[in-house]
């Protein structure tokens, strides 16, 4: 009998000291000190219930230990809102892609007059 009680006073210590320092964000169904309150009204029951539906488990690839500073930081903050490709106004953006098209051209008007040009001097 002593076994089980000190055995159920381990969980409540456990369950409380869990309770106690998780964030609000993490806890689940009911605020923080109800759940302390149900956990020491109902030590074993409230300790399990606790542990079930109570706290939020996060997933994680790395263990975290009781002193781990990640414990009290606010989950990542949230990704800033996506930027555009190009902060120029939309009129800024055609006149460029406009002076693009019309310099392409150009290129390709030089490209065929030494084409034409290389090919009328070869033949001569």
């Given amino acids: 009998m002593p076994i089980l ?24 169904h009911m605020p923080k000190f109800v759940w302390v309150f149900f956990i020491v009204l109902l030590p074993l029951i409230g300790s399990i219930l606790w542990f079930t539906i109570g706290r939020e488990y996060e997933q994680r690839s790395a263990p975290m230990s009781f002193g781990d500073p990640r414990r009290w930081q606010k989950d990542a903050e949230p990704a800033p809102a996506p930027r555009p490709y190009d902060s120029r106004s939309t009129e800024q953006q055609i006149a460029d892609l406009e002076r693009e098209m019309h310099l392409a051209d150009l290129e390709e008007q030089v490209r065929r007059r030494r084409a034409e040009g290389g090919a009328a001097g070869s033949g001569a």
Avoid: F, G, Y
């Fill in 5 to 28: 009680a000190l055995l159920t006073l381990a969980v409540m210590v456990i369950a409380l000291i869990d309770a106690i320092t998780r964030r609000d964000d993490q806890v689940k």
